[in-house]
């Protein structure tokens, strides 16, 4: 993995976003063994219809969560257990995609400078369905990247509470 | 005392044969709360060139605790966030089992703090890799514990 120790600041956290693009991105090389593409154009509207979530507590509160399409998410599960598409199931998808936003906030938070001894991580949790939105009730700030996973779009998400 | 294989009671390893040590089948428990993330793991080992010959499988480390109570293995790889009992304290808890004496313990987690890794190692843990990981890191780690080199 590559070392960042980007030093914590405090303007809104826009010079964040390449750490956390790298941190996802090693996620799915080293993981998955497939490289992310950052899209021509911005994939505004693009169906998520499952999310994973992941908080952060401590020096960063927070929540990080990697929102794409059920199949996007299956293709990774599939990737991660080296099955065939056709024989991954729901659990396995909802594992994956769990197990992928865990790994992308730990590797974000270890490329922070003293986040990784101040920062802890809750258990995943997923969320699926065709109809919903994530309302934070905290007015913070959010990092929000669009990559490409197997042409398939992904959004990952850092909502920054404080 | 040359440590030796619980099956055959023959050495657990031979002299290394070029770069490479030639080691016994092991039997391996993989503990984690992810049942993907345990796949990856045994698959990694497999990558590495460790020949599994019984794996075993835990959700987390009271799972743990029963599987080691009841059965013998020679390597354990372990998470640290789990839910009911987290990996350090399995590793505590792992020093009262007759069964597991001397069985290395080695974390496999997102938590890759100097922090983590010191408590971790504090513990009793013999090795220390960070998610996300791949079968090379895996390999670099765990052969020389294998091999039962420091």
Redesign the interface.
């Known amino acids: 993995m590559t070392p960042v120790n980007q030093p914590p600041t405090n303007h809104g956290h826009q010079d964040w976003i390449p750490v956390l693009e790298l941190a996802t991105q090693e996620v799915f090389e080293l993981m998955l063994g497939c490289q992310l593409v950052k899209p021509a154009a911005p994939a505004n509207g693009a169906p998520a219809n499952i999310t994973g979530m992941v908080g952060l507590a401590g020096q960063l509160c927070g929540v990080l969560s990697i929102g794409c399409d059920e199949k996007a998410a299956a293709l990774m599960a599939s990737k991660m257990l080296g099955i065939e598409l056709s024989k991954v199931g729901r659990p396995e998808i909802a594992d994956a995609l769990g197990e992928v936003c865990n790994m992308a906030a730990g590797n974000f938070k270890n490329k922070i400078s003293g986040l990784g001894d101040g920062c802890m991580l809750s258990p995943p949790s997923v969320i699926t369905g065709d109809d919903y939105n994530i309302h934070s009730m905290a007015e913070s700030p959010s990092l929000e990247i669009s990559l490409l996973f197997e042409s398939m779009p992904i959004h990952v998400c850092l909502q920054i509470h404080s | 005392m040359e440590e030796t294989n619980h099956v055959s009671g023959k050495p657990k390893h031979f002299p290394p044969f070029g770069d490479e040590q030639i080691l016994m089948p092991i039997r391996a428990l993989i503990v984690d709360?992810?049942?993907?993330?345990r796949?990856?793991v045994d698959?990694s080992l497999r990558q590495a060139g460790i020949e599994i010959s019984q794996l075993f499988e835990a959700g987390n480390g009271a799972e743990a605790l029963g599987v080691v109570q009841d059965n013998k293995v020679d390597l354990i790889l372990c998470d640290i966030?789990m839910?009911v009992m987290d990996g350090l304290e399995f590793i505590k808890q792992l020093a009262t089992v007759d069964n597991a004496k001397g069985v290395p313990v080695v974390m496999i987690?997102?938590?890759?703090?100097?922090?983590?890794v010191v408590q971790a190692l504090a513990c009793g843990a013999r090795g220390y890799i960070?998610?996300?990981?791949?079968a090379d890191q895996v390999k670099e780690h765990v052969i020389p514990i294998l091999a039962g080199k420091p």
């Open positions: 709360d992810s049942s993907v993330m796949k990856i698959r966030n839910p987690t997102t938590e890759g703090s100097e922090a983590h960070r998610k996300p990981f791949t």
